[in-house]
């Protein structure tokens, strides 16, 4: 069975400072790979996807993750925070179409003035 | 083209009663995935349908729990007899025949007092 580990739960990074999350995945095949961020009390908003070709993915509001198959990781980065990035961000992984998809816990971004 | 709509969302029982709680896909979406959210933790996946017929439910709890998704009408899930326990916010998501992405509704949450 498929997992994800994101191993930091808290992250507090500075306005106009550079950011990278952390997600790793467990799946013996080719992954389909997704970021979701949360804002408190609403739903998940998908970031961007990775489902194959070019291993550096563009997503909405400045995001982009990088697909490294040799360390199973898929980190979510941006080059400058703004204030209004404060949120939790999922990593998710599912194996295909029709299928459930299993997210990290997690992690708490908190971004200081 | 409006996402997916969930609704109520807040709700409120009483221990032993019960809770249902709605979900309207995407226009075009066939395909509907609920997700439990409880405190300070990630999605958990529970149940996969498709009109009329539950794909997969490897996720839900073996009682109280059961979800619907009928030819006309809104998907359902249905807690009888709710606990404390299941308390949580509950998050509904829909995909298209042939894709892998799910977009996801407000989410309801669930308090049972």
């Known amino acids: 069975a498929q997992s994800v580990t994101q191993p930091d739960i808290h992250i507090t990074v500075s306005e106009g400072a550079s950011l990278e999350l952390r997600c790793n995945y467990s799946?013996?095949?080719?992954?389909?790979l997704f970021w979701y961020v949360q804002s408190p009390g609403q739903g998940l908003q998908l970031l961007l996807k990775?489902?194959?070709?070019?291993?550096l993915v563009q997503g909405i509001k400045g995001f982009e993750a990088e697909f490294k198959r040799s360390q199973s990781s898929f980190n979510l980065r941006k080059p400058s925070v703004h204030w209004s990035d404060a949120a939790e961000y999922f990593c998710?992984?599912?194996?295909?179409?029709?299928?459930?998809?299993?997210f990290g816990t997690g992690t708490r971004l908190q971004v200081t003035l | 083209n409006a996402g997916v709509m969930q609704n109520p969302r807040h709700l409120v029982r009483r221990r032993g009663q019960e809770a249902r709680l709605r979900c309207s896909p995407m226009?075009?979406?066939?395909?509907v995935y609920w997700y439990r959210q409880l405190p300070e933790e990630g999605l958990k996946f529970m149940v996969y349908?498709?009109?009329?017929?539950?794909?997969?439910e490897s996720g839900m709890p073996k009682e109280r729990f059961s979800a619907e998704f009928p030819k006309e009408g809104p998907s359902i899930l249905r807690i009888q007899q709710v606990v404390r326990g299941d308390s949580a916010a509950y998050f509904c998501?829909?995909?298209?025949?042939?894709?892998?992405?799910?977009?996801f509704g407000p989410g309801t949450r669930l308090t049972v007092t």
């Open positions: 349908l498709q009109k009329e017929n539950i794909i997969d």
């Open positions: 998710a992984v599912n194996t295909g179409t029709a299928s459930k998809l299993t």
């Open positions: 799946y013996g095949a080719t992954p389909y």
């Open positions: 226009k075009g979406h066939s395909h």
């Open positions: 998501a829909s995909s298209a025949t042939g894709s892998h992405e799910q977009y």
């Open positions: 990775y489902f194959s070709g070019d291993t």
